[in-house]
């Protein structure tokens, strides 16, 4: 194989074999050593067609850490004839990307071969640095694979997506980070240098709580089994070794996004097990607690409403107890709040009604109120027949006044209908009988 752009080897891995961590040195050499994702090489996919040296085609690896992304584009690298530049966006500034699309423009004139650009963790450059990519992706000067955890439509340029497929990359499976370990556990030249057994129990939480991430799984063995003094690597060793389990989260992209509707749609299905697990599942990945504070405050009106008017004011409580107190007192009142509304009757009849409202504000626009209702501070106005003939509600019988509040051209449109949950089936009662009373007056009885 040719070296790369910059006349480095392609033996990506690093010189000194074994100072490298177990997890570089069991990377896989070749595709058929790697572990799990066959639906990203379907028949017809982008990764097919490069694992069988048909054809390179830019991509966008998209997947949690520890599935495999620089792995698969060391490995296409390593089918290819064409020059290879890898660089980190956490690393890498802008000023080195220019220059890597500068030689690859030199490249391809000289020899007609296009640079595989590999840029490991993408969604670190902001938008207009993606778009530096554009047009020598356009034109052929690289064949680009980007990879991020993040979700590409949250973080990478429109643009740029358009010219490139996007594979998605899944969390390995217990039983596939079960292969990675057992392979390292018997490989004696690139493995544990050492001869060391998994106990069955040691093995199963190896692989539960690695989460999918095979680095993971191979740093806490690695740490494991320095630690081991006898040949066995004991649960003890893998619980010291995983210390707390990394949990995946983005507060700002897809699994923020994915979580907080988890939990707005077990508070709405009445399930409060699902709604304190996925809220609590948010609280320990390190979502800001007020945000998700707010989320039941807005929940309380919007899916409770006046079924139980007693949400809204806990939930702003939950609110500012956690404010007051922080970590850890706060969070109580925070479940707290979260088991209210999920047990709580559901209505949506508030929120169902003022988009009624707006909508029709949006379509009607500034329909001036019925002259009985205005406000009459000036002479003028009175003369003017503001306030005229106005019905004091307290002065009524049943305390409801029989006079016109929509604006003429709404007359009869209805905006609130309340449901028969919990306390909302008072207020339709209440609201059937005052309506009741009026239609009883107009009709002279």
């Not at 070794?241 to 707005?264: M, P, V």
Request: hydrophobic fraction near 40%.
């Amino acid at each position: 194989m040719s070296g790369d752009l910059f006349g480095e080897s392609r033996d990506l891995a690093p010189a000194r074999k074994g100072e490298a961590p177990l997890a570089d040195r069991m990377r896989p050499r070749t595709f058929d050593e790697l572990v799990g994702q066959e639906d990203a090489f379907r028949a017809g996919s982008p990764l097919a067609a490069m694992r069988d040296g048909r054809s390179l085609a830019s991509i966008i690896l998209w997947g949690p850490p520890g599935s495999g992304k620089t792995t698969l584009a060391r490995l296409v690298a390593g089918r290819t004839s064409v020059p290879f530049v890898s660089f980190s966006a956490v690393l890498s500034g802008v000023r080195e990307v220019r220059d890597t699309l500068e030689k690859a423009v030199i490249e391809r004139r000289r020899s007609g071969r296009p640079t595989l650009l590999f840029v490991d963790e993408i969604h670190r450059f902001n938008k207009a640095q993606q778009d530096a990519f554009l047009s020598n992706v356009e034109s052929g000067d690289i064949v680009l694979i980007g990879a991020t955890t993040e979700n590409p439509s949250f973080e990478v340029n429109a643009a740029l997506l358009s010219r490139a497929r996007v594979v998605v990359l899944k969390a390995l499976a217990p039983a596939e980070i079960r292969i990675v370990v057992e392979r390292a556990l018997a490989d004696r030249e690139r493995g544990l240098k050492i001869a060391r057994s998994c106990d069955e129990d040691a093995m199963d939480l190896l692989c539960a709580a690695a989460d999918g991430d095979a680095r993971r799984a191979l740093n806490a063995l690695e740490l494991a089994a320095a630690s081991s003094d006898s040949g066995a690597i004991t649960r003890l060793a893998v619980e010291g070794a995983l210390a707390r389990r990394h949990l995946r989260y983005d507060r700002a992209g897809e699994e923020h996004f994915n979580l907080i509707s988890a939990l707005h749609k077990s508070l709405r299905d009445s399930d409060p097990h699902a709604a304190l697990y996925w809220l609590a599942r948010m609280l320990a990945a390190g979502e800001d607690p007020l945000y998700v504070a707010r989320r039941l405050v807005r929940f309380a009106s919007e899916d409770v409403g006046n079924a139980d008017p007693r949400a809204l004011p806990l939930a702003v409580a939950a609110f500012q107890a956690y404010h007051q107190l922080g970590s850890p007192e706060g969070e109580l009142a925070i479940a707290q709040c979260c088991v209210h509304l999920a047990t709580a009757p559901k209505s949506n009849a508030v929120y169902a009604g003022f988009r009624r409202a707006i909508a029709e504000v949006e379509s009607s626009g500034s329909l001036p109120p019925p002259l009985v209702i205005r406000n009459a501070p000036t002479r003028l106005m009175k003369d003017l027949g503001y306030g005229q003939g106005y019905r004091y509600a307290h002065d009524e019988p049943g305390a409801v006044a029989d006079q016109q509040h929509l604006p003429d051209e709404l007359i009869g449109r209805r905006f609130y209908e309340p449901t028969e949950q919990g306390e909302e089936a008072e207020v339709a009662k209440r609201m059937r009988a005052w309506e009741a009373l009026i239609a009883k007056r107009k009709g002279g009885g």
